[in-house]
């Protein structure tokens, strides 16, 4: 919550009026995030026993929160010309790390937030992802 309260702080490009990819990555990275929780806390896809198998809702959850990811992505890429996705591929390998390759939730997330961190900071100087020097 604190970050949301830094937004309009931080985003300069706001208050100029222009496009500012990486916070509408953020966002809709936020809302991935709390649809997949959404899911998760529904039990989607668990059965209609009275303890859903865990495994089952991880993966129904995951493949959910990959589909919406991907169509997110293909329609930014494709009509606002958006090409930075970092916060996005952050949520969608944490889906998919927790959902089909069996890590728990937690280790998932903190590959997810570490991967993000990692895009962050390489994406602040395109020379250097280009193979430039600086």
């Given at each position: 919550m604190g970050i949301w309260a830094l937004v309009p702080w931080l985003?300069?490009?706001?208050?100029?009026e222009q496009a500012s990819p990486a916070f509408t990555d953020l966002g809709v990275a936020a809302i991935l995030f709390i649809g997949?929780?959404?899911?998760?806390?529904?039990?989607?896809?668990?059965?209609?026993?009275?303890?859903?198998?865990?495994?089952?809702?991880?993966?129904?959850?995951?493949?959910?929160?990959l589909v919406a990811g991907f169509?997110?992505?293909?329609?930014?890429?494709?009509?606002?010309r958006h090409t930075w996705f970092v916060f996005t591929?952050?949520?969608?390998?944490?889906a998919a790390l927790h959902g089909f390759?069996?890590?728990?939730y937690l280790g998932a997330s903190a590959i997810g937030a570490l991967t993000a961190a990692t895009g962050v900071v390489l994406s602040r100087d395109r020379s250097t992802l280009a193979g430039k020097p600086p």
């Open positions: 985003d300069r490009r706001a208050s100029r997949l929780l959404t899911l998760k806390a529904w039990d989607i896809g668990g059965g209609a026993a009275a303890q859903p198998d865990v495994r089952a809702v991880a993966r129904a959850c995951a493949l959910w929160t169509a997110a992505t293909v329609l930014r890429f494709a009509f606002l591929g952050a949520v969608l390998l944490q390759a069996g890590f728990s």
